[in-house]
């Protein structure tokens, strides 16, 4: 990735006038160079390894869950290691995995599908990615601090109150949570600003790729669910640090609050996870099966539909809690309803394959493996929202199945299809497809295989949660095959691994449109230059890029047309591109966060305070520096092909842009924006 | 193929932006529209355990000055006032006058605070804390959090003064003490709700 930024051009800058605080970064090699990048691209690549890293970490914690339950009466992980493990394991998996590789895919291609140069706010981007990994690490270093968090993801108060959880364990899972939510919340409005603001000419609202909008509609979910749970964690927080009694029902505290304030956040996240893999198929499969994604504003509208709906089902998570008949029937029929606008998608991804000219490409197995098994994860869930089979099903391994089904075989299968789709844009090079078949198949078999027979052993009333059973309970045999293909997915995931080593030592260019895709992205070089876009795209229709591809004959059929002058628009004048400067303050900011979430933890004030310092200062010193630094120079490099991200800004004013701003269609904003915040 | 389309707003107005909105104040609604969901967890809660409290003063009109806390309200309300002077004064290029009401709106804000601190003392001294029963626990945090908000406000405010002070505050960045004025009224607001909740229905 380095490769596209010319060393050259950031050695001859004239030197920088001495900085208060630290002085700018302006080096953009290196490790340095990425710790202080603002590249949204960067950034992106960051998320994406880290959350896969953390996914190594939840799917071992998930081989243990299975080695443990393998037989009956397991002997390898005590009652409590068991707790921590399932906790951490539902914990990593929403929050440190499907949540951020989510988070990587938008940073990366969000912009550039719209035709941006990067996100609104660089520098708040960056402060995310810090937020997010801080608060990884803080809760998994309670491993190694005494225990990790063993109250389930869910942390049901009182349960998780200091009566019953006297440890630290629930202390680094408020604190870690909290910091993922101030990464979550702060990247939804950095996303709804760059989606709604800085689209390309002619890019209308209904002219973004479907991926735009279910990253929009996820975008304005974190913003509206994030502050409820970051409610419930401080109720928790002052009730475990500070007295309080909000979860005590000896004071007239009431746990079922907890379970409203977590699950009206809860079920909306659960919208949070799937509606990006969504939009990650409706852009597979049209490019993999050569033809528009049929109904695209029905598929939009669905999106958007689901994101309102989600709001008003979240009592189907408590239906056991004995509510009253009134509000289960209410919510039994707002989640039969919920499945109205999910079903419209699927239809509309089996009519987009219909009769077209279908590539099974990896990515497109992945794809089609989504719809498939999240179309079972959906039904599954349609009989949970019948409240008396719920009863019956209410924390059985159904349930876990079910989950499972929407959330590994829709989320993750959606993710992967991503990752095959988007890797030649990324990196430059494709992944083998021999490979990835193989790997697709043996995640497809180790899935079912792991996931299928939990519907079963739900129904015959095994419960979840608990670490040992009897072996006269007739739960073996299927543990046993659950367990088996828990392996054959570790199996899968390393073929992927070696897929990714094999695939970059044998490396040939992609170029930039390998798949004879639709969208923006495969209109520049593969991998993405720093700037993006020599020139700011302007869009005419949906798929724009097809449509400059392809075009009709006389007789309406498709015909390709001369191919696009993708040459020409590589010799621009890049001085003209300015890019925000990198800055070491997001990150500053985000470790005085990590100081104070550890010093609450160990209820230490004075170093709470020091931390919040470090946080104000962090903040000072970002507010003060300008997005792009004047005095870095445009890097007259002779019209070469180098890139560089020295920039202008600030009091800069640029190359002021030709049209008169149109606030109905808009006009293309740059990246150097000044960020005031 | 020449001039490449970017737009660099010394002056912080993003005015080519597709809504003809600018990024700052887009983002600033954003948040707000997250805030409103914080203080609406906040006050359902309070509102949850309204007469719920099985021990301690469970009468909280016995506890509540209304006259004091009407007084220090209508001082909150006020700084509003002048934070719409302050942007009047700086839309006006008077730096002066700018500087003048941003100190004044801060220093209304803080009338607010102290108040708030003497009656949190107050309620103390008269055996209501945090851990005397939920109405205390959901007292406390709910005007607790909208406390801080009020405070980080002031910080924000004296951080523009003090850049106005510097220089550093031109009339062309007059849309940075918008956007501040958003998030100063946006608390003003919600104390109306919180005053309301707790103190006037009965």
């Known amino acids: ?100 590789i989510s988070a990587a895919f938008f940073n990366y291609f969000a912009p550039i599908m719209i035709g941006a140069r990067d996100v609104a706010f660089p520098r708040l981007n960056a402060f995310s990615y810090w937020t997010f990994l801080f608060g990884a690490i803080l809760i998994n270093s309670s491993f190694l601090l005494g225990g990790a968090p063993n109250g389930g993801w869910f942390g049901y108060a009182p349960n998780t109150s200091i009566t019953f959880s006297p440890g630290h364990n629930i202390d680094f899972w408020i604190f870690g949570l909290q910091l993922l939510g ?245 990196f430059g090079h494709l992944l083998s497809e021999r490979i990835g078949k193989l790997h697709f ?60 080593w094999h695939s970059r030592r044998n490396a040939v260019p992609a170029g930039p449109d390998p798949w004879d895709a639709r969208t923006l992205e495969w209109t520049i070089p593969s991998p993405t230059p720093a700037y993006n876009f020599a020139e700011v795209p302007e869009v005419h229709e949906v798929d724009d890029f097809w449509h400059r591809k392809y075009g009709e004959d006389d007789e309406g059929r498709m015909v390709k047309l001369a191919p696009p002058d993708t040459e020409g628009s590589l010799d621009i004048h890049r001085d003209d591109v300015h890019l925000p400067s990198p800055s070491y303050f997001p990150m500053v900011a985000s470790f005085g966060l990590m100081v104070i979430a550890y010093a609450m933890i160990y209820r230490n004030y004075v170093v709470a305070v020091v ?58 904003s740059g990246t150097a924006e000044e960020v005031t915040s | 193929m020449t001039a490449v389309e970017t737009t660099v707003h010394g002056d912080g107005h993003g005015h080519a932006t597709n809504t003809g909105v600018s990024n700052e104040k887009v983002a600033m609604w954003a948040f707000l529209g997250s805030e409103c969901l914080l203080f609406g967890a906040l006050i359902s809660t309070y509102l949850l355990y309204r007469g719920k409290s099985v021990s301690g003063p469970t009468e909280p009109a016995d506890l509540f000055d209304i006259p004091f806390t009407s007084v220090s309200s209508f001082v909150l309300l006020m700084s509003s006032l002048t934070m719409v002077l302050a942007l009047a004064a700086i839309q006006r290029r008077d730096e002066p006058r700018l500087r003048l009401w941003l100190l004044a709106t801060a220093l209304l804000g803080a009338t607010f605070i102290a108040g708030q601190i003497y009656e949190f003392t107050a309620f103390v001294n008269e055996g209501l804390t945090i851990s005397t029963n939920v109405f205390g626990s959901s007292f406390f945090v709910l ?47 919600v104390w109306i709700v919180i005053f309301t909740v707790i103190y006037l229905v009965p």
């Open chain 1, 182 to 426: 101030i990464a979550s919340t702060v990247g939804a409005v950095n996303f709804i600003v760059t989606i709604l603001n800085l689209r390309a000419p002619g890019m209308s609202l209904f002219k973004m790729p479907v991926f735009v909008w279910m990253t929009l509609v996820a975008s304005f979910l974190l913003l509206f669910a994030m502050p409820i749970i970051t409610v419930a964690l401080f109720l928790l927080m002052f009730d475990r640090q500070f007295g309080a009694n909000f979860f005590n029902p000896a004071a007239g505290g009431d746990p079922v609050l907890w379970q409203h304030l977590f699950w009206l956040f809860g079920h909306p996240e659960v919208y949070i996870l799937i509606l990006p893999a969504m939009g990650i198929v409706s852009e597979i499969l049209p490019t993999f099966a050569r033809k528009p994604l049929f109904g695209y504003p029905v598929v939009v509208f669905s999106g958007i539909a689901i994101g309102f709906m989600g709001w008003g089902v979240w009592v189907h998570h408590m239906f056991a809690v004995g509510l009253g008949p009134v509000a289960v029937s209410a919510f039994s029929i707002s989640t039969m309803f919920i499945a109205v606008p999910t079903g419209v998608k699927i239809f509309n991804w089996l009519a987009t394959c219909w009769r077209g000219s279908i590539r099974l490409s990896v990515p497109m197995l992945f794809a089609l493996g989504f719809v498939a098994m999240f179309t079972i994860g959906g039904l599954s869930g349609v009989t949970h929202s019948v409240s008396p089979h719920d009863r019956q099903q209410t924390d059985t391994y159904y349930i876990v199945a079910h989950f499972h089904y929407v959330l590994f075989g829709g989320a993750l299968f959606g993710i992967m299809g991503g990752i095959y789709y988007w890797w030649p844009k990324i």
């Open chain 2, 143 to 189: 005007t607790g959090f909208h406390g801080v908000h009020v405070t980080l406000g002031i910080v924000m405010l004296l951080s523009l003064w003090g850049l106005s002070a510097r220089g550093k505050l031109p009339p062309e960045k007059s849309e940075t003490v918008e956007i501040a004025g958003l998030y100063w009224h946006f608390v003003d607001v």
């Open chain 1, 1 to 100: 990735m380095t490769s596209v930024l010319e060393p050259s051009t950031t050695l001859e800058l004239p030197p920088a006038p001495p900085d208060p605080v630290l002085r700018r970064p302006r080096n953009t090699q290196g490790f340095w160079g990425w710790i202080t990048t603002v590249d949204h691209k960067r950034i992106g690549i960051m998320y994406g390894v880290t959350a896969f890293v953390f996914f190594l970490f939840g799917g071992f914690e998930a081989l243990l869950i299975r080695l443990q339950l393998a037989q009956p009466n397991g002997t390898l992980l005590s009652a409590d290691l068991y707790n921590q493990l399932f906790t951490m394991h539902g914990t990593t998996m929403v929050f440190l995995v499907v949540m951020p």
């Open chain 1, 441 to 500: 198949w043996l995640w497809f078999a180790g899935f079912n295989l792991t996931f299928g027979p939990m519907h079963i052993l739900g129904l015959e009333g095994m419960p979840r949660r608990i670490y040992t059973y009897d072996e006269n309970l007739g739960f073996d045999y299927w543990n046993m095959v659950a367990t088996i293909g828990s392996f054959v997915i570790a199996v899968s995931v390393l073929v992927f691994l070696y897929n990714v």
């Open chain 1, 611 to 668: 931390g919040a310092l470090v946080l104000l200062g962090g903040i000072y010193a970002w507010g003060l520096e300008p997005s792009s630094e004047p005095h870095d120079d445009h890097g007259h490099d002779g019209g070469g092909d180098a890139p560089h991200d020295a920039d202008d800004g600030g009091e800069h004013k640029g190359v002021e842009p030709a049209d008169t701003p149109d606030a109905a269609l808009g006009v293309s």
